[in-house]
């Protein structure tokens, strides 16, 4: 059984959550052991949320070290440059090309960094897409996080169908086929 170290990172509201949980299920139902962490900072304000997925044939501990992430999933782009570097150098980057201004940015005591992903391309292995343009095609922009995981998904070893399952049992049973969906476009963008 292989064993991978999951960071999945975003703004407060972007369901970082709802999508660290459905990967720990697949994981989980897959008979992996799992351990999941979630480290919230201000999420009720648009703050860095994080969670951290570990699943393998036996994980201690649910926190994983810096260096030591397989697949890095991050909803925002300024969210994966400020979590890069926790990534193995074989590691992958799943970017939802999405700018979303820290208070920081908003009161102008900094400004948004510029070629975020063209920065990150050069150390790491990218993967992107605007899952908002996506999202709003299938009529929810509610479904971004759907989106992403689809993308993520090519890159971790459940199918597709087990997915889509977990989808099932996890959104709210009036969003399961735009998450499906939503999901499917994801998956579709590294095929």
Known sequence: MKSMNIMVVGVGGQGTLLTSRIIGQTALKAGYDVKLSEVHGMAQRGG???????????????????G??????SFER?????????LKQDGVLIVNDCRIDPMTVVIGAKEYPEQILARLQTEHRVLSLDAGKIAQELGNSRVVNSVILGLAATQ???????????????????TV????????????QNA
């Open 48 to 66: 860095s949320v994080v969670t951290f997925i570990r699943y393998g044939e036996q994980v201690f501990e649910p926190v994983v070290e810096v």
């Open 68 to 73: 030591d992430v397989d697949v890095l999933i």
């Open 78 to 86: 300024l969210e994966a440059l400020r979590y890069a570097h926790y």
């Open 156 to 174: 971790l070893e459940f199918s597709k169908d087990a997915w889509l399952e977990m989808i099932a049992k996890t959104v709210p049973p009036k």
């Open 177 to 188: 086929e735009v998450n499906q969906a939503a999901f499917c476009r994801g998956y579709g």
